[in-house]
């Protein structure tokens, strides 16, 4: 009986720490450093990966800030449109602010705003996007830019509609992580 306690208890510590370990995962963050350009990926409701963006101007992290997305109405203005506005709010000057305004998917982000950056001879960037989405997000960049000797520092951007720690306890935050899992795998199996 003792063994079978023992053997229950150890197993819920090791599920418990799985499911904690996903959200570190999934949210990669580099240290943010220098870089040519800040490139804001499209997708969240409620601003905060302009608003990470911006911080990360007002800092003096980049010159620069690529807001990348299409809009999911064609009759209506493009997501990156909708983040420029957002950061422009929060005091990031129109002439820093590039638009990429195609992109659907993350696919699309990146083979977009590589177009856009070898325009522009960037080297450098930092990668902004939800945190549960920064892993698959940078293994597609990475895969986009191989060989272009372009360097990305993933740096996350708090969501408040994702906890990196307790998603497994509320439905849609689970939903959303079970989802992202599937995609990364599909993301590394792509590659």
Known sequence: MFRFVVGVVVGFLLALAMLLSVGTFLRAGDAARRADVIVALSGDTKGARA??????YHAGL?????F???SEDPNSVSSAALMARAAMALGVPPDA??????????????QFVRELMRAMNFRSALL????????RAG????RAFAGTGTRFANVPADDPDWDPVLWWLHPDQRDLTLREIGKLALAYLNR
Do not use: K
């Not at 293994?139 to 990475?142: D, E, G, L, P």
């Open 51 to 56: 608003a990470a963006a911006a911080s990360l």
């Open 97 to 110: 602010i590039l638009l990429e305004e195609s992109a659907r998917t993350t696919e699309d982000n990146a």
């Open 139 to 142: 293994v597609t960049f990475a």
């Open 68 to 70: 990348s997305g299409a």
């Open 62 to 66: 980049a010159p620069a800030i690529i």
């Open 128 to 135: 902004v996007t939800s945190g549960y989405h920064q892993r």
